[in-house]
């Protein structure tokens, strides 16, 4: 919470200063007007009271007075509000943008290991809690506490023996909102609680409701559903009864206050005692009523406060999340051929180097070929387990070679690897020879396309989709990076053809055209080395031939990693690496494998699962 | 729309009035207080006389108490009618989706209704206490309170009156035109975290193409988006309480001038004027009160809208009247059946299908992804209505089945199938609630799933994770036949359920079903060749037409598509 302050102060030090200024003068505004009443009652009217012929000047110059005050109350009021929308939305907008930047660059782990959904709630609920705080409860809570500040010392100014009677009301009143609102409180959690176990039900059972109607399950799933809709009823209940009491008891509580208040006032008059006038008392118990106002503000904001307390929290856990670190040195150019030698250049020549600075200050270019290898790599997603063992992968530019194995034998966990996701723990991998954590990881991943199991596409059209692999490509590259994907008949059926709308992550088209999408979008960057990680849901034999036919194209003249799910389309690799629990147990090519009638042999004549 | 919902209230109708009843008490014992002020001060005070100050006292202090009851009870019926309305609405759209028909369901997307479940609801239920809390509270006051400014000094009371319209209109002015912003921001609030969501589940390829910056930029222009909209919105909503204290203002300025000088003519009491003061705050506040609440139950309107969506979603598929309740055999015909998702479209999913099935044939399904294989046998039982022709089970039409039974007898392993969190035997019983262990275990052992239950720690008391998350899929396939097969039907749908399966479990599940269950017709979908052809027949469909049905060995004569499927399926098996 004090962070969170501190970011808002630092942004907007000005702003919260005029802010603060205006409630402290707007506040003083109600004072006066308040103490107004003494003076109206004591010096303009009791005087004037059975005068023949009464003068109103001297009240009307003090209204003057008044009714400056109040404008200037008025303009306060107008000039905190206008600064507080601008600072909250502001800061929002600064705190979302600030999120999705760090989001961007935390490693893969960090979104492997986090729920979506967790992740999502941040940017949603989380954010909602503080702009309810920063527009709300903070200004609130501040102008309440300068009000019974400015009020608790005008208070003593008119009655010392009134003032104390109202400080001990106030503290009961304290007192009691703080219980009411501990117990509301303990029964918001419970029904935040229960909220929870009802969505986890519906959204399991609505997800299956197929299967329910199937079945004839349903009354079997009313009736679960009942039991804990009840519970929650209960406790959103219990939670807002405490929360609508509470109101209430402070209004009331501050009334008794005022009513102890008028009838000893009342008594202190009449007897003489201590000086006190209609007026002052007037007065005072106006004070009076805006002494204990606050209070009830205040516990009403508790809650948020608090909610906002949590949300903080776990948007500055997401911001304290450590970044990808890049040490890489090596980066990627293009390059012309001048008389043999290699030039660096910013043409567009199509042709590509790393450039890699030596620690004598020399440039050394090297030649972007796409020769990978793996050697002696050991690799865990925690340094106790390792998923890997001792692996050895030598793929030469222009090869293919293909990982198969069950699952959970660690092929997906390859393609994670060579374009850094994930850092392995020991052995080396190399690209055209160069370790590649010298590599920047922004070069590196662009060398490398990569198709990944589930496609995943982007708001916008397909055009923008595609365009997603290079950014500078034109319409018709596009489009040609398209057709080699065997995408362009499908997209050309399409209504609006390439420039139809995708949303939510392209639900509207389906799971083989989404791959094709994807492999027109690896297409279109152009790199040198491909990973494919084969696609397990069951698409249908003809458009799995388009995908499969649209990937051979693409891999054409490129080093390509394949993580098969399906063993046919595999088979005129240039080698076959079967995988079981981390370690590399056959290699070969298709015929050499079949021969020797072990662990691939069983594969491919479906004696063993794959998936 | 208001009255669907108003519906669901209720038992919680009492509670709703007595909300209403005891709030409204309370406004008038709160408009007294001022009152008995005056009446402290006028003949307590200025009367000098302590009785009187001591018999207003009490009576003020016995209407404090009162009052606090009041708002008491009043606080604690409103949260329970409008829990108890939400969990009405709840229960109502939850029983409710148990009638929807598929096409209904596909209507709608899981999240979707989920969120018209919960936040919806939450809006609703905040809305309805609202309403019965301050909706009848915030125009009594004012009117309690004007009545009574009246009643103390008619001719000083215009200036409420004056004061009033101001407020109302300003801040009728204010609310039209932030609605109107408000109307405008939040679909773009979805689109940001709709964004938002894109690169938490894209990451991978964010990272792949390193598109972070770029997926920075378009993040950067879409937050500076919605702060230009939320500032206009919230700009206007900034001029609430200026106006109000405005109004508040003028009012004190004006009874100041006003009330000195009737007080000093002798028409008006000091006490009188300090009610007069009183009641000013009470008028502005109720206004406001009033507005705000008017703000926030517009919002939920759209809530309200959404959930009434759901609950007015009429099932388009229900039992008949004097339905038959029993199916004889497991005899299939469709005769001549045209079937599209949308009644009447113009390019229908199937077209002519005109089959005949004998009881306890087995059937096979073969053809390619959006050849409507699963349309076809969805039909069977009854999970979509036909547009033309018709559907035979046993002889009769499966609109005259009731459905309940009619879906007992035919059992569908569904495509996309779905295991439940518990034990496995609790998600074997889904097939037959009374089943015995040893049922279960036959049917699993029917199923091939015997095998690797047996091998688990805890058996058949295994947990499900929510989705089958911790089986493989081919294990999670063979439960799922499992539980079909224990309602022992008459026919029973393998969709596409042995995908994950191996080819050796495969023809194992086929042999023990021909041996064990011969009399129940079964009908196998497969892309797998060798799913299909120890089938008495196959179905070959293309694009929503039959176009080959008869034995493996005829169809390889006769069928191209057959033929085709066999060549790549075949071939690289044949080669070694």
């Known amino acids: 919470m004090k962070r969170l302050l501190k970011m808002l102060w630092k942004e907007y030090k000005i702003h919260l200063i005029i802010v603060f200024l205006c409630i402290i003068a707007n506040a003083y505004a109600t004072v006066q007007g308040t103490l107004f009443m003494q003076t109206l009652i004591d010096h303009y009217i009791t005087p004037l009271i059975g005068q023949p012929n009464p003068d109103f000047t001297g009240l009307f110059y003090a209204l003057i007075r008044v009714a400056a005050f109040f404008m200037m109350g008025v303009i306060c009021a107008y000039a905190f509000s206008r600064i507080m929308v601008n600072v909250t939305q502001g800061f929002l907008r600064h705190l979302r943008i600030e999120l999705f930047e760090h989001m961007e660059s935390l490693p893969i782990a960090y979104f492997d290991r986090t729920s979506h959904g967790d992740v999502m709630s941040v940017y949603t609920n989380d954010i909602d809690t503080l702009r309810q705080l920063i527009s709300q409860s903070i200004p609130q809570l501040t102008s309440s506490c300068i009000t019974i500040i400015t009020v608790f010392i005008s208070m003593l100014t008119l009655s010392i023996t009134l003032t104390c009677i109202s400080l001990v009301m106030l503290c009961v009143m304290v007192y009691v909102s703080r219980k009411i609102g501990s117990l509301s409180g303990h029964y918001f959690v419970k029904q935040q609680n229960d909220i929870g176990r009802v969505n986890g039900y519906i959204e399991e059972m609505i997800s299956g409701q197929k299967v329910v109607k199937v079945f004839n399950h349903e009354e079997k799933a009313i009736e679960d559903f009942r039991n804990i809709n009840n519970d929650l009823r209960n406790s959103a209940y219990k939670a807002n009864k405490f929360a609508n009491i509470l109101m209430p008891v402070t209004i009331q509580i501050g009334n008794f206050s005022y009513i102890i208040c008028a009838v000893i006032g009342a008594i202190l008059s009449i007897s003489g005692v201590v000086g006190i006038t209609i007026g002052t008392l007037v007065s005072f118990l106006t004070l009076n009523k805006n002494f204990n106002q606050p209070i009830g503000q205040i516990s009403q904001q508790i809650n948020s406060v608090a909610m906002a307390q949590a949300g903080a929290k776990r948007i500055f856990d997401l911001l304290d999340q450590k970044s990808e670190d890049d040490q890489g040195i090596v980066t990627l150019c293009r390059v012309e051929y001048v008389d043999g030698q290699m030039q660096e250049t910013l043409k567009r020549t199509g042709h590509w180097a790393w450039r890699h600075p030596r620690t004598n200050g020399e440039i050394e270019l090297v030649e972007m070929k796409g020769d990978i290898r793996l050697e002696n790599v050991d690799f865990g997603y925690f340094d106790d387990r390792m998923v890997l063992h001792d692996l050895n992968v030598f793929a030469a530019p222009g090869e293919k070679i293909a990982f198969v194995g069950a699952t959970g034998a660690g092929k997906t966990t390859i393609t994670n690897l060579i374009n850094r996701f994930y850092d392995i723990q020991k052995g080396t991998i190399t690209y055209d020879g160069i370790d590649i954590k010298l590599i920047k990881k922004d070069d590196l991943r662009k060398s490398l396309g990569v198709v990944l199991q589930d496609t995943h596409l982007f708001t916008g059209t397909i055009m923008d989709n595609i365009r997603y692999g290079r950014l500078d490509a034109t319409d018709e590259e596009c489009i040609a990076a398209a057709s080699l994907a065997n995408a362009d008949t499908f997209i050309k059926h399409l209504p609006d053809g390439y420039q139809t709308m995708l949303s939510g992550d392209g639900s509207n088209l389906s799971q083989g055209q989404r791959q094709l999408l994807a492999i027109a979008r690896a297409a279109v960057a152009n790199p040198p080395v491909l990973i494919l990680d084969e696609a397990t849901s069951s698409i249908d034999s003809r458009t799995e031939k388009l995908v499969q036919d649209g990937m051979d194209k693409l891999m054409q003249g490129r080093t390509t990693l394949v993580i098969a799910h399906r063993l046919s389309t595999i088979k005129n690799s240039d080698c076959i690496m079967v995988l079981e629990l981390g370690r590399i147990i056959e290699s070969g090519n298709h015929q050499s494998l079949m021969k020797e009638k072990k662990k691939y042999y069983q594969l491919y004549t479906g004696a063993i699962e794959m998936d | ?576």
């Open chain 2, 1 to 576: 729309m208001i009255k669907t919902l108003m519906k669901e209230i209720k038992q919680y109708k009492k509670d709703s009035i007595l909300t209403i009843v005891f709030a409204s008490i309370e406004v008038f014992m709160e408009i007294l207080i001022p009152l008995l002020m005056a009446g402290l001060i006028d003949k307590g005070i200025e009367g000098k006389n302590m009785n009187e100050v001591i018999h207003y006292g009490i009576l003020m202090f016995i209407i404090a108490i009162g009052t606090l009851s009041l708002g008491f009870l009043a606080g604690k019926f409103a949260a329970r009618a409008s829990t108890g309305l939400a969990a009405n609405l709840r229960d109502r759209m939850y029983t409710h989706i148990q009638t929807f028909s598929f096409s209904n369901i596909d209507k709608y997307s899981t999240a979707g209704l989920v969120t018209r479940l919960t936040t919806d609801v939450t809006n609703v239920q905040n809305a309805y206490q609202m309403l019965i809390r301050i909706c009848i509270r915030s125009p009594l006051v004012l009117i309690c309170a004007l009545s009574m400014a009246l009643m103390i000094n008619p001719e000083l009371s215009m200036v409420f009156v004056v004061a009033v319209i101001f407020l109302v209109c300003v801040l009728g002015i204010i609310m039209r035109m932030a609605m109107k912003y408000f109307n405008d921001v939040f679909p773009k609030y979805d689109d940001l975290n709709e964004s938002v969501q894109e690169n938490v589940v894209g990451i991978r390829v964010v990272k792949s193409f390193v598109r972070e910056k770029y997926e920075d930029e378009k993040f950067k222009r879409a937050a500076q988006n919605i702060y230009r909209l939320f500032v206009k919105a919230e700009s206007v909503l900034a001029f609430n309480s200026p106006a109000m204290m405005l109004s508040v203002y003028s009012c004190i300025l004006l009874l100041s001038w006003l009330g000195a000088k009737s007080i000093v003519g002798g028409s008006l009491t000091t006490g009188e004027l300090t009610s007069l003061f009183s009641y000013t705050m009470n008028i502005m506040m109720s206004l406001m009160m009033l507005s705000m609440a008017f703000v926030m139950i517009t919002m939920s309107l759209a809530s309200a809208r959404r959930i009434s969506e759901v609950i007015n979603e009429k099932s388009d598929l229900v039992s008949p009247e004097n339905a038959i309740k029993t199916v004889k055999n497991g005899e299939i015909y469709f005769h001549h059946v045209t079937f599209s998702y949308q009644h009447g479209s113009q390019e229908p999913v199937l077209r002519d299908i005109d089959l005949h099935i004998e009881s306890g044939e087995t059937i096979g399904i073969i053809g390619g992804t959006g050849s409507a294989k699963s349309s076809l046998v969805s039909l069977i039982s009854r999970l979509y209505d036909v547009d033309k022709g018709c559907v035979e089970v046993a002889g009769v039409d499966v609109r005259n089945y009731d459905l309940e039974v009619l879906r007992d007898e035919v059992s569908v392993v569904l495509q996309k199938n779905v295991l439940f969190s518990g034990t496995i035997l609790q998600n074997l019983r889904w097939g037959n609630e009374n089943a015995t262990l040893e049922e279960c275990q036959q049917a699993c052992r029917l199923a091939c799933a015997d095998e690797f239950i047996e091998r688990f720690e805890d058996g058949y008391n295994t947990y499900i994770e929510q989705g089958g998350s911790n089986v493989s899929g081919g294990q999670k396939q063979r439960l799922c036949i499992a539980r079909a097969l224990l309602k022992k039907p008459k026919i029973l749908i393998l969709d596409d359920s042995t995908s994950a399966v191996d080819t050796a479990t495969d023809a194992s599940i086929q042999q023990s079903f021909a041996k064990h269950i011969p009399d129940t017709t079964k009908i196998i979908i497969s892309q797998r060749i060798s799913s299909v052809e120890q089938a008495d027949r196959i179905i070959v469909l293309n694009d929503g037409v039959v176009d080959g049905f008869a034995t493996h060995e005829e169809l390889l004569k006769t069928n191209d598509i057959y033929q085709n499927i066999y060549e790549t399926q075949k071939k690289g098996k044949e080669d070694d």
